[in-house]
């Protein structure tokens, strides 16, 4: 098993895989790391739909854009206001690629949690445990991923997917889907797109965050 902190390393989203399965064993103890996160209600009432058939997949990603063209790319990033090249190359290279990672993945994880409460008109943020607590889980399975050795990519609904993914899992009205999840062998080809560089100590704020506030003062 590979040392922790090389495994937090070298987590990365990735969106090329290549043609390759991935065992049951595998998905289990993927699964099982995130069922060892933290969770709100000490219930962890979540559940874990794993797909490996092509026809599935394909019926269930059927509402994302198959292709998108750079013009439309680029006009998705002047409405979102992204001026960092950074920033700007991620998205370049994700935007496209949203349909290619999921339908090309060795499998597709689609976790479930149980929210009681309306997660889009929250009264306080204690409202949002349940949708805090899964993202705590699916932490837990990226790491997992990559130990294993494999690569992952995730896709969190839009507009109506999360509907049309219960109508075609068949999942209950009382479980909401954060997101796609693809786990797959990665390309000898893949992108590795140039992550944005920050330093620890400027992020440390010890006892007090004045300084913090200077920052963001000099960029208001």
């Not at 059927?62 to 992204?82: H, M």
């Not at 001026?83 to 700007?88: E, G, H, I, V, Y």
């Not at 889907?177 to 920050?198: D, H, L, R």
Request: glycine share 4%.
């Amino acid at each position: 098993m590979r040392d922790f902190y090389d495994v937090i390393k070298s987590r990365q989203t990735i969106r090329d895989f290549e043609n390759a399965s991935i065992n049951d064993e595998v998905i289990e103890r993927i699964i099982s790391a995130g069922m060892k996160a933290p969770t709100n209600d000490h219930m962890r009432d979540w559940h874990f739909i794993v797909i490996k058939d092509k026809n599935t997949v394909v019926k269930l990603i059927n509402k994302i854009p198959e292709q998108i063209s750079d013009g439309e790319v680029n006009s998705i990033l002047r409405d979102w206001n992204l001026n960092d090249t950074c920033q700007q190359n991620t998205y370049k290279d994700a935007i496209p690629k949203q349909y290619q990672m999921l339908a090309e993945s060795a499998s597709l994880i689609v976790p479930l949690f149980k929210q009681k409460t309306d997660i889009l008109h929250p009264k306080n943020l204690s409202h949002l445990n349940g949708y805090a607590s899964i993202w705590c889980c699916i932490e837990n399975m990226f790491l997992a991923i990559t130990a294993e050795g494999y690569a992952s990519a995730l896709r969190i609904p839009l507009g109506d997917e999360g509907d049309w993914a219960r109508k075609v899992l068949n999942f209950p009205e009382d479980y909401l889907m954060p997101c796609f999840i693809a786990v797959g062998k990665e390309s000898a080809n893949a992108s590795c797109v140039k992550q944005k560089e920050y330093s620890v100590t400027e992020r440390i704020h010890k006892n007090a965050c004045n300084k913090f506030h200077l920052v963001l003062a000099n960029y208001g």
